[in-house]
């Protein structure tokens, strides 16, 4: 806006202003019709979806579903829809970041003189692609799968027992909340646990065993899996010896 | 006589209506005289203050200024979203008398507000859904004044001080969601944490501010608490009165479709 659109505005926002009706009462009156109606809104939600609480916090569990509150899904969805690992920082911190700089920084540079959504196609059509995304993310992060998924595929070499194997030990460490801490593939928490898509490659099955027995702290020990349920111990090392 | 006249722009039905001829009997009766004295008091007592803090000529810039022709109920918005941010201060005042910060004790204290406390539930889903609520209303807000065009001149200043009230909104969600200290809010409290740790240059020191150490600890909670309690809601409070000093100093837009009508005087001197 140059300057004599700028006065050109403020000339035509005082004539419309002076048409105008005082703020109190009308303005206020609606004001309070709409506060009502959000009291309202909140008290009903109170009432009918209650406040749960769930089972207390306990940092040595290995089952959980770390998701965070629906309107944070778009930005928890960015993770996983971005998925090569060098891109990982740009996914969690550097597109929220710049989207954020562009948000504050708009009306410095939408400078121009239009206010009709119409007639501002760029912005009218930015708004809605940013709300259609939001929305799309949204969704997403709602019908994610839990946490608990590894997309992992058998390798190709293996025979039609040791698949089977592969599977059953991929479930048991899906299950037994590993990726909070460690990335299978495109799986699970990069950190504070090293990446474990390769873990075959670097150590040997025996190592792995007793990791899972010994493990150095934070990690929660799984000799008592071992005790308990060794085929499934058992099946767990040779999948995760097979990751290669 | 007193100072604070009514202004002008008061809607007929709301100012006194003088006595017509032939109502009344000439003397007041005792109802009457009641009325009139404490219509006087009320007066006096504000003219008191008045003399004291030259209020009233604030009071009257806010409440009868002019909003444009045209104004419509999608202007509601903000004010609704404060309304949102207002009902969590409350709620939240009652929870803080029954909550306890401690790793140990918040569990126990967010469970006994929801189980024993008299109407704990109650007030614990008010404070829960009164976030959802104003961060949808928040973003309503934001949306009509984006597509409004209201954040152009002269409201760039109160387009900015918005976005960084919807970062601060967004901080208090956080930071109360780890709170009730249940599985859920622990987890992905750990995981909001490591993402921040993921963050160039400032990134891993402000995970470690959060957690208060490298480690998730025994004052985790407290400065999780303190900030949401304390930091952030104070610095919204604030932001909140520069956003509506800066509404009531440059007055709301007006829908951009509407158009002044010419004054009536132009009109006819242009025939
Ligand atoms: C705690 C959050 C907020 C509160 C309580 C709040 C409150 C208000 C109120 C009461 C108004 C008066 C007009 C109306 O209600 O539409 C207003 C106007 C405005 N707000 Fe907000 N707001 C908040 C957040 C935001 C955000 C996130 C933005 C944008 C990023 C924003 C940008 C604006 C602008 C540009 C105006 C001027 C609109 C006009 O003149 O038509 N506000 N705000």
């Known amino acids: ?244 | 006589m007193p100072k604070l006249k009514l202004p002008n722009p008061i809607p007929d039905q709301l100012r006194p209506r003088p006595q017509r001829p032939g109502e009344g009997n000439g003397r007041k009766s005792t109802k009457d005289v009641v009325i009139e004295s404490g219509r006087d008091a009320g007066i006096s007592v504000v003219d008191w203050v008045d003399e004291r803090t030259s209020l009233s000529g604030a009071a009257r810039w806010t409440m009868f200024r002019k909003v444009p022709k045209g104004t419509n109920w999608f202007y509601t918005l903000g004010s609704a979203t404060m309304f949102a941010f207002l009902s969590q201060a409350v709620t939240g005042v009652f929870l803080a008398m029954y909550y306890d910060p401690s790793p140990t004790r918040a569990y126990e204290s967010t469970r006994h507000i929801t189980n024993e406390v008299f109407l704990g539930e109650f007030v614990r889903g008010m404070h829960k859904w009164g976030a959802t609520v104003m961060m949808v209303l928040i973003f309503l807000h934001m949306g009509r004044t984006f597509f409004f065009g209201a954040y152009k001149y002269p409201r760039e200043l109160n387009w900015v001080v918005g976005v960084v009230l919807l970062v601060l909104t967004m901080i208090m969600s956080l930071t109360g969601y780890l709170l009730p200290f249940d599985q859920r809010s622990f987890w992905a409290t750990i995981v909001a944490d490591n993402i921040n740790g993921t963050g160039p240059f400032l990134g891993p020191y402000l995970a470690d501010f959060l957690r208060a150490g490298p480690e998730f600890g025994a004052t985790t909670l407290a400065r999780f608490y303190s900030i949401h309690m304390l930091l952030v809601p104070g610095a919204i409070a604030a932001l909140i009165g520069v956003h509506l000093y800066l509404v009531a100093k440059l007055g709301t837009t007006a829908p951009p479709w509407v158009k002044a009508e010419e004054p009536e005087q132009l009109r006819t001197e242009k025939v």
């Open chain 1, 1 to 244: 806006m140059n300057q004599r659109e700028k006065e050109q505005y403020l000339r035509e926002y005082s004539v419309l202003k002076a048409q105008g009706k005082p703020f109190f009462p009308y303005a206020v009156a609606k004001d309070s019709v709409m506060a009502f109606l959000v009291l309202v809104a909140i008290i009903a939600m109170s009432l009918v979806l209650g406040a749960e609480l769930g089972p207390k916090a306990d940092p040595t569990t290995t089952t959980y579903t770390p998701r965070p509150e629906w309107y944070f899904f778009f930005l928890f969805e960015l993770l996983r829809v971005i998925k090569p690992a060098e891109l990982t920082q740009a996914a969690t911190i550097g597109i929220p970041t710049l989207c954020l700089i562009l948000l504050i920084m708009l009306p410095f540079y939408d400078r121009g003189p239009e206010r009709r959504p119409e007639r501002r196609p760029i912005a009218t059509t930015a708004g809605i692609i940013t709300i259609v995304a939001m929305a799309y993310l949204t969704y997403l992060g709602a019908s994610a799968g839990s946490p608990t998924d590894i997309e992992m595929k058998a390798p190709s070499d293996l025979d039609r027992q040791a698949v089977a194997q592969f599977d059953q030990g991929k479930l048991v460490a899906a299950q037994s909340g590993c990726l909070a801490c460690h990335k299978i593939g495109h799986n699970g928490n990069d950190g504070p646990g090293p990446e474990l898509s390769e873990v075959g490659a670097r150590l040997p099955r025996e190592a792995i065993a007793r990791t899972l027995e010994n493990p150095t702290a934070p990690m929660p020990s799984y000799a008592a899996l071992r005790r308990d349920e060794p085929e499934q111990f058992d099946a767990m090392v040779e999948f995760l010896s097979q990751l290669r």
